[in-house]
Protein backbone atom coordinates (compact mmCIF):
# COMPACT_ATOMS: atom_id res chain seq x y z
CA UNK A 1 0.00 0.00 0.00
CA UNK A 2 3.01 2.76 0.98
CA UNK A 3 4.38 1.27 -2.51
CA UNK A 4 1.27 2.91 -4.25
CA UNK A 5 0.56 5.62 -2.07
CA UNK A 6 4.48 6.82 -3.06
CA UNK A 7 3.55 6.27 -6.70
CA UNK A 8 0.64 8.36 -6.95
CA UNK A 9 1.72 11.22 -4.86
CA UNK A 10 4.98 11.02 -7.06
CA UNK A 11 3.50 11.09 -10.13
CA UNK A 12 1.10 13.65 -8.89
CA UNK A 13 3.70 15.90 -8.74
CA UNK A 14 5.57 15.91 -11.28
CA UNK A 15 2.26 15.58 -13.29
CA UNK A 16 1.56 19.15 -11.51
CA UNK A 17 5.37 20.57 -12.28
CA UNK A 18 5.75 19.06 -15.50
CA UNK A 19 2.43 21.04 -16.24
CA UNK A 20 3.78 23.95 -14.89
CA UNK A 21 6.80 23.51 -16.57
CA UNK A 22 4.78 24.10 -20.10
CA UNK A 23 2.43 26.40 -19.07
CA UNK A 24 5.65 28.56 -18.10
CA UNK A 25 7.00 28.15 -21.63
CA UNK A 26 3.48 28.83 -23.50
CA UNK A 27 3.18 32.12 -21.85
CA UNK A 28 6.93 33.15 -22.88
CA UNK A 29 6.47 32.43 -26.06
CA UNK A 30 4.26 34.54 -28.99
CA UNK A 31 4.43 31.59 -31.40
CA UNK A 32 3.90 28.52 -28.64
CA UNK A 33 5.78 25.02 -29.49
CA UNK A 34 3.31 22.61 -30.22
CA UNK A 35 4.53 19.94 -27.78
CA UNK A 36 3.59 22.19 -24.79
CA UNK A 37 0.66 23.43 -26.56
CA UNK A 38 -0.23 19.52 -26.54
CA UNK A 39 0.64 18.17 -23.61
CA UNK A 40 0.76 21.07 -21.02
CA UNK A 41 -3.27 20.31 -20.24
CA UNK A 42 -2.55 16.59 -20.36
CA UNK A 43 0.01 16.79 -17.75
CA UNK A 44 -2.26 18.83 -15.43
CA UNK A 45 -4.59 15.79 -15.99
CA UNK A 46 -2.34 13.22 -15.11
CA UNK A 47 -1.31 14.98 -11.92
CA UNK A 48 -5.08 15.39 -11.27
CA UNK A 49 -5.86 11.44 -11.99
CA UNK A 50 -2.93 10.77 -9.64
CA UNK A 51 -4.14 13.03 -7.09
CA UNK A 52 -7.41 11.43 -6.94
CA UNK A 53 -5.36 7.70 -6.83
CA UNK A 54 -3.57 9.09 -4.05
CA UNK A 55 -6.82 10.49 -1.94
CA UNK A 56 -8.00 6.77 -2.06
CA UNK A 57 -5.60 5.10 -1.59
CA UNK A 58 -5.10 7.34 1.72
CA UNK A 59 -8.64 7.02 2.98
CA UNK A 60 -8.64 3.18 2.49
CA UNK A 61 -4.91 2.77 4.26
CA UNK A 62 -6.46 5.14 7.34
CA UNK A 63 -10.23 3.68 7.02
CA UNK A 64 -11.81 6.99 7.62
CA UNK A 65 -13.47 9.42 5.75
CA UNK A 66 -11.17 11.89 3.81
CA UNK A 67 -12.89 14.38 5.19
CA UNK A 68 -12.02 13.26 9.08
CA UNK A 69 -8.56 13.66 8.13
CA UNK A 70 -6.67 17.34 7.26
CA UNK A 71 -4.41 15.81 4.94
CA UNK A 72 -6.97 14.66 2.84
CA UNK A 73 -9.05 17.58 2.94
CA UNK A 74 -6.41 19.69 2.11
CA UNK A 75 -5.93 17.60 -1.04
CA UNK A 76 -9.67 19.15 -2.27
CA UNK A 77 -8.32 22.54 -2.31
CA UNK A 78 -5.61 21.36 -4.84
CA UNK A 79 -8.06 19.20 -6.69
CA UNK A 80 -11.36 21.87 -6.79
CA UNK A 81 -8.95 24.25 -8.39
CA UNK A 82 -7.48 21.87 -11.05
CA UNK A 83 -10.98 20.75 -12.00
CA UNK A 84 -12.19 24.20 -11.73
CA UNK A 85 -9.58 25.34 -14.13
CA UNK A 86 -9.61 22.41 -16.66
CA UNK A 87 -13.57 22.98 -17.42
CA UNK A 88 -13.24 26.63 -17.71
CA UNK A 89 -9.70 26.45 -19.64
CA UNK A 90 -12.09 24.63 -22.16
CA UNK A 91 -11.66 26.43 -25.66
CA UNK A 92 -9.78 29.36 -23.97
CA UNK A 93 -6.08 30.61 -23.73
CA UNK A 94 -5.52 30.44 -20.13
CA UNK A 95 -1.95 29.34 -19.93
CA UNK A 96 -1.07 32.20 -17.43
CA UNK A 97 -3.72 30.78 -15.14
CA UNK A 98 -2.74 27.68 -15.68
CA UNK A 99 1.19 28.16 -14.19
CA UNK A 100 -0.82 29.50 -11.00
CA UNK A 101 -3.23 26.88 -10.51
CA UNK A 102 -0.21 23.54 -11.20
CA UNK A 103 2.05 25.79 -8.98
CA UNK A 104 -1.16 25.74 -6.22
CA UNK A 105 -1.66 22.06 -6.55
CA UNK A 106 1.93 21.31 -5.95
CA UNK A 107 2.14 23.27 -2.97
CA UNK A 108 -0.96 22.14 -1.57
CA UNK A 109 -0.21 18.33 -2.33
CA UNK A 110 3.19 18.76 -0.44
CA UNK A 111 1.58 20.99 2.23
CA UNK A 112 -1.04 18.38 3.11
CA UNK A 113 2.07 15.88 3.97
CA UNK A 114 3.36 18.06 6.86
CA UNK A 115 -0.02 17.71 8.95
CA UNK A 116 -1.56 14.61 10.95
CA UNK A 117 -3.88 12.55 10.11
CA UNK A 118 -7.31 13.20 12.41
CA UNK A 119 -9.31 16.33 12.53
CA UNK A 120 -12.28 14.69 13.87
CA UNK A 121 -13.53 17.00 16.71
CA UNK A 122 -16.38 15.44 18.46
CA UNK A 123 -19.19 16.69 16.44
CA UNK A 124 -21.67 15.17 14.40
CA UNK A 125 -19.59 13.44 11.43
CA UNK A 126 -21.49 14.26 8.89
CA UNK A 127 -21.87 18.25 9.84
CA UNK A 128 -18.36 18.28 10.36
CA UNK A 129 -17.67 16.29 6.81
CA UNK A 130 -20.10 19.14 5.46
CA UNK A 131 -18.50 21.94 6.87
CA UNK A 132 -14.97 21.04 5.61
CA UNK A 133 -15.95 19.76 1.76
CA UNK A 134 -17.51 22.88 0.95
CA UNK A 135 -15.20 25.15 2.55
CA UNK A 136 -12.52 23.54 0.71
CA UNK A 137 -14.16 22.79 -1.84
CA UNK A 138 -15.45 26.68 -2.07
CA UNK A 139 -11.74 27.88 -1.63
CA UNK A 140 -10.13 26.13 -4.06
CA UNK A 141 -12.47 27.33 -6.62
CA UNK A 142 -12.14 30.82 -5.43
CA UNK A 143 -8.41 31.19 -5.58
CA UNK A 144 -9.09 30.45 -9.45
CA UNK A 145 -11.21 32.96 -9.57
CA UNK A 146 -8.10 35.12 -7.52
CA UNK A 147 -5.76 33.98 -9.51
CA UNK A 148 -7.62 35.53 -12.60
CA UNK A 149 -8.64 38.59 -11.33
CA UNK A 150 -4.89 39.29 -10.31
CA UNK A 151 -3.99 38.18 -13.89
CA UNK A 152 -6.82 40.75 -15.14
CA UNK A 153 -4.89 43.73 -13.57
CA UNK A 154 -1.54 42.70 -14.32
CA UNK A 155 -3.22 43.28 -18.42
CA UNK A 156 -5.34 45.95 -17.49
CA UNK A 157 -1.86 47.88 -16.43
CA UNK A 158 0.12 46.34 -19.55
CA UNK A 159 -2.68 48.18 -21.89
CA UNK A 160 -3.02 51.18 -20.13
CA UNK A 161 1.10 51.67 -19.94
CA UNK A 162 1.14 50.59 -23.75
CA UNK A 163 2.86 47.37 -23.29
CA UNK A 164 3.78 46.52 -26.61
CA UNK A 165 2.80 43.16 -28.07
CA UNK A 166 5.54 40.83 -27.62
CA UNK A 167 6.95 42.18 -24.21
CA UNK A 168 6.71 39.99 -21.44
CA UNK A 169 4.35 37.01 -21.07
CA UNK A 170 1.63 36.63 -23.00
CA UNK A 171 -1.52 36.81 -20.84
CA UNK A 172 -5.46 36.20 -21.83
CA UNK A 173 -7.81 38.49 -23.08
CA UNK A 174 -9.39 41.39 -20.32
CA UNK A 175 -12.79 39.65 -21.34
CA UNK A 176 -11.75 36.11 -21.44
CA UNK A 177 -10.19 36.52 -17.84
CA UNK A 178 -13.49 38.39 -16.40
CA UNK A 179 -15.90 35.96 -17.68
CA UNK A 180 -13.67 33.36 -15.93
CA UNK A 181 -14.30 35.36 -12.85
CA UNK A 182 -17.65 35.67 -13.20
CA UNK A 183 -18.46 31.94 -13.88
CA UNK A 184 -16.27 30.74 -10.94
CA UNK A 185 -17.80 33.08 -8.91
CA UNK A 186 -20.81 31.89 -9.34
CA UNK A 187 -19.96 28.73 -8.65
CA UNK A 188 -17.60 28.97 -5.53
CA UNK A 189 -19.58 31.71 -3.48
CA UNK A 190 -22.48 29.01 -2.94
CA UNK A 191 -20.46 26.42 -1.93
CA UNK A 192 -18.09 28.46 0.34
CA UNK A 193 -21.81 30.06 1.54
CA UNK A 194 -22.62 26.89 3.09
CA UNK A 195 -19.43 26.07 4.69
CA UNK A 196 -19.89 29.13 6.51
CA UNK A 197 -23.51 28.40 7.21
CA UNK A 198 -22.49 24.91 8.65
CA UNK A 199 -19.78 26.42 10.38
CA UNK A 200 -22.16 28.40 12.43
CA UNK A 201 -23.31 25.04 13.88
CA UNK A 202 -19.74 23.73 14.67
CA UNK A 203 -18.74 26.58 16.52
CA UNK A 204 -21.75 26.32 18.82
CA UNK A 205 -21.05 22.18 19.18
CA UNK A 206 -17.01 23.14 20.14
CA UNK A 207 -17.80 24.90 22.71
CA UNK A 208 -14.80 26.79 24.23
CA UNK A 209 -12.80 28.62 21.05
CA UNK A 210 -9.35 29.62 21.35
CA UNK A 211 -8.03 32.93 20.31
CA UNK A 212 -7.09 30.85 16.90
CA UNK A 213 -10.75 29.87 16.16
CA UNK A 214 -12.11 33.35 16.70
CA UNK A 215 -9.33 34.61 14.53
CA UNK A 216 -10.25 31.96 11.58
CA UNK A 217 -13.99 32.96 11.81
CA UNK A 218 -13.12 36.38 11.71
CA UNK A 219 -11.31 36.22 8.58
CA UNK A 220 -13.36 33.32 7.17
CA UNK A 221 -16.45 36.28 7.80
CA UNK A 222 -14.87 39.02 6.06
CA UNK A 223 -13.33 37.16 3.11
CA UNK A 224 -16.65 35.74 2.46
CA UNK A 225 -18.15 39.13 2.50
CA UNK A 226 -15.98 40.55 0.12
CA UNK A 227 -16.75 37.81 -2.33
CA UNK A 228 -20.34 38.05 -1.83
CA UNK A 229 -19.98 41.90 -2.79
CA UNK A 230 -17.56 41.03 -5.79
CA UNK A 231 -20.39 38.88 -7.35
CA UNK A 232 -23.45 40.66 -5.90
CA UNK A 233 -22.15 43.91 -7.46
CA UNK A 234 -21.37 41.90 -10.89
CA UNK A 235 -24.53 40.42 -11.37
CA UNK A 236 -26.99 43.47 -9.87
CA UNK A 237 -25.24 46.49 -11.31
CA UNK A 238 -23.24 45.03 -13.93
CA UNK A 239 -19.92 46.46 -11.75
CA UNK A 240 -17.01 44.55 -13.26
CA UNK A 241 -13.60 45.49 -14.39
CA UNK A 242 -10.52 46.98 -11.94
CA UNK A 243 -13.00 47.48 -9.42
CA UNK A 244 -14.47 44.00 -8.93
CA UNK A 245 -11.05 42.58 -9.47
CA UNK A 246 -9.79 44.02 -6.70
CA UNK A 247 -12.12 43.03 -4.41
CA UNK A 248 -12.34 39.40 -5.97
CA UNK A 249 -8.33 38.95 -5.43
CA UNK A 250 -8.63 40.62 -1.62
CA UNK A 251 -11.50 38.10 -1.06
CA UNK A 252 -9.41 34.97 -2.25
CA UNK A 253 -6.49 36.21 0.00
CA UNK A 254 -8.67 36.25 2.55
CA UNK A 255 -9.45 32.85 1.72
CA UNK A 256 -5.76 31.62 1.33
CA UNK A 257 -5.02 33.16 4.86
CA UNK A 258 -7.12 31.38 6.35
CA UNK A 259 -6.31 27.93 4.80
CA UNK A 260 -2.82 28.68 5.86
CA UNK A 261 -3.59 29.27 8.99
CA UNK A 262 -5.12 25.81 9.77
CA UNK A 263 -1.99 24.52 8.55
CA UNK A 264 0.03 26.57 10.67
CA UNK A 265 -2.31 25.30 13.60
CA UNK A 266 -1.81 21.28 12.33
CA UNK A 267 1.77 22.22 12.55
CA UNK A 268 1.20 23.46 16.58
CA UNK A 269 3.06 26.38 15.08
CA UNK A 270 -0.54 28.13 16.41
CA UNK A 271 -3.85 27.17 18.34
Same mark, same amino acid.
Given at each position: MRELLWICFTAAALGYLAAGALFIDLIRRQKPRPFATRFAGRFLKIGLLAHVGYQVLDAIRTQECPMFSLRSALGMVSLAGVVAYTIMARNRRLDALGVLVSSAAVFFLIAAQTVGDSVTPDIAPWLIALHITSNLVGSGILLVAGGASLFYLLQARRLKNRVLLGQGPRLPALDVLDNTVHRLL????????? =?? @????? $? &????????? /??????????????????????????????????????? =?? @????? $? &????????? /????
Open positions: WIGVPILTL =GM @LTGRF $V &VKQMGAMTS /GDHLRAILSGVAWGLLVIALVLRQALDWRGRRSAYLTVA =GT @LGVLV $V &VVLYILRAL /GVMK
